[in-house]
């Protein structure tokens, strides 16, 4: 819950609070790898159940790197824990989503309208399947400068 509650934040002054809480997490993940599978790549032998878990976040935070420019710092407590997630997030198994799909259906996200909500002005979700999310702009970056209109985004004609 904290990298979404974290991009779902709209409080520019508690971005660092929220990007403490999620390498809290992380730590304590290296933490875990480091005690029972200090070699890498994966937590076991080969990519198994716990990446096919954790995967799915890892690439769903890719709207983290986007909208908040939030990346693991590089050393002790994120070493460990970087090496699995970026084993995870290239198997072939992982292929069916792309960082471009997450950074643009996510959008809505990054404006604080989770699970479908429309942002104020708009007629649709960012979460939409027509117009494809591969045909659509990159949206804005700056998410706390406020948000594009659905139509910027290439969501309505």
């Not at 976040?57 to 908040?68: C, G, I, Q, S």
């Amino acid at each position: 819950m904290t990298g979404y509650r974290f991009v779902l934040n709209q409080d520019r002054d508690r971005r660092d609070d929220w990007a403490e809480k999620l390498l809290s997490l992380y730590r304590d993940i290296d933490g875990f790898l480091l005690e029972h599978s200090p070699e890498g790549p994966y937590l076991f032998d080969e990519f198994g159940l716990s990446g096919t878990v954790f995967t799915p976040m890892f690439k769903r935070f890719w709207f983290l790197d986007y909208y908040e420019g939030f990346q693991l710092p590089e050393g002790v407590g994120y070493d460990r824990v970087r090496v699995w997630r970026e084993a995870c997030t290239a198997h072939e198994a992982t292929e069916q989503v792309s960082r471009e799909e997450i950074v643009k259906l996510y959008y809505d996200y990054a404006h604080g309208a989770g699970n479908g909500a429309l942002l104020d002005g708009w007629s649709v979700s960012s979460f939409i399947f027509t117009p494809p999310w591969q045909d659509r702009p990159w949206p804005p970056r700056d998410k706390y400068s406020g948000a594009a209109s659905d139509e910027a985004l290439g969501l309505v004609a």
